[in-house]
């Protein structure tokens, strides 16, 4: 299986848009996620794609998008409506057990993970 990377971080704008990139190993039946961690927080999850569905953190519903190419092996997160609070460390993570996805905001459900790329929103 291929270890995650990810790619796409930089500082933008509050109201900015930013699309991150993950190569990783993509199935269908792989639940991926992406997840971000912020100074002195802890990590948490953003979203997940895993047959099809998409799941969602409350507080980046409406605002960000995630989707996967299979023929390029990538997921990738599109951000918009950038806010200084989505500033963080942002992590790719695969299960590639295929165990399913129903705890896609914790990190146990996977078993790897990318190194992260930052994104910094400025107000």
């Known amino acids: 299986q291929v270890q995650p990377v990810e790619s796409g971080g930089g500082s933008v704008q509050a109201g900015g848009s930013l699309r991150l990139s993950c190569r990783a190993s993509?199935?269908?039946?792989?639940?991926m996620g992406w997840f971000r961690q912020g100074p002195g927080k802890e990590r948490e999850g953003v979203a997940a794609?895993?047959?099809?569905?998409?799941y969602y953190a409350d507080s980046v519903k409406g605002r960000f998008t995630i989707s996967q190419d299979y023929a390029k092996n990538t997921v990738y997160l599109q951000m918009n409506s950038l806010k200084p609070e989505d500033t963080a460390m942002y992590y790719c993570?695969?299960?590639?057990?295929?165990?399913?996805?129903?705890?896609?905001?914790?990190?146990?459900?996977?078993?790897?993970w990318g190194q992260g790329t930052q994104v910094t929103v400025s107000s």
């Open positions: 993509v199935r269908t039946s792989y639940c």
């Open positions: 794609i895993y047959l099809g569905g998409e």
């Open positions: 993570a695969a299960d590639y057990a295929g165990s399913g996805c129903r705890r896609w905001a914790e990190p146990p459900q996977y078993n790897y």
